[in-house]
């Protein structure tokens, strides 16, 4: 079964907007959870990571925010800009050991 | 440059035959891991070897058979391929314990079978 649940499977925002991603899992033994960013023909890229321990964390104009008791977390994007046009793939792992993956959101930024 | 390369990056070959895929990391990482991703670009882990030993076998026909001579390289040897074997293949590699426990993948190669 699928361990992460990732939604929308698809997004479009207009540039300047924000754009929110969602996920939520069952397995309360993860500790680590990526985004990953992929553009086409190419591998997807670690984009920004939380712990369990912190309920949001800020990389520029990328937040997560993580909800431990609701088992959800979600990534936003501010001011969204054409070139973040991708897949977004949420992920949570227990450790580092492997990799659950959630079935990816595919964004448009439209100018 | 660091990365994780892995060749060919397209395959394009008939029903039946048996093709390799290689993947080579220079990143000092012990964790060396196969993804297909699909048409609908859903990741599903395959395999993942820590220093040359398999500790993630997944559900895959045993058409598939991975081999890792050593911790910076991992292959991927697929016989008698059928047509829904066309994906894009991931390799990626990690670090194991690591405080960012992030992947790092390669390019993709995409499979097409014909």
């Known amino acids: 079964q699928q361990q992460v649940k990732q939604s929308p499977q698809s997004l479009i925002v207009q540039k300047g907007g924000i754009s929110i991603i969602n996920c939520a899992y069952e397995?309360?033994?993860?500790?680590?959870f990526p985004w990953y960013q992929q553009f086409p023909g190419k591998g997807p890229a670690l984009l920004i990571a939380?712990?369990?321990?912190?309920s949001e964390k800020k990389e520029g104009r990328f937040t997560i925010s993580f909800n431990k008791s609701a088992k959800q977390f979600s990534l936003h994007i501010m001011d969204s800009q054409p070139g973040d046009s991708a897949t977004y793939f949420c992920?949570?792992?227990?450790?580092?050991?492997?990799?659950?993956f959630g079935t990816g959101t595919s964004l448009t930024v439209i100018p | 440059d660091t990365a994780v390369s892995q060749t060919p990056k397209y395959l394009v070959t008939q029903m039946g035959n048996d093709k390799s895929i290689k993947c080579e990391q220079n990143?000092?990482?012990?964790?060396m891991y196969w993804y297909k991703q699909d048409s609908k670009k859903f990741l599903k882990i395959m395999f993942s070897?820590?220093?040359?030993?398999?500790?993630i076998n997944e559900t895959v026909p045993n058409r598939f058979s991975p081999k890792s001579p050593d911790k910076a390289h991992l292959n991927l040897h697929i016989n008698s391929l059928e047509l829904g074997d066309s994906a894009v293949y991931f390799c990626?590699?990690?670090?194991?314990?690591?405080?960012?426990?992030?992947?790092?993948f390669g390019s993709g190669t995409r499979l097409t079978v014909v």
């Open positions: 990626a590699s990690s670090l194991i314990p690591d405080t960012n426990y992030g992947y790092t």
């Open positions: 397995n309360t033994a993860f500790d680590y």
């Open positions: 939380i712990r369990p321990d912190v």
């Open positions: 992920a949570a792992s227990i450790s580092g050991n492997q990799f659950y």
């Open positions: 990143l000092g990482h012990d964790t």
């Open positions: 070897y820590n220093n040359k030993e398999l500790i």
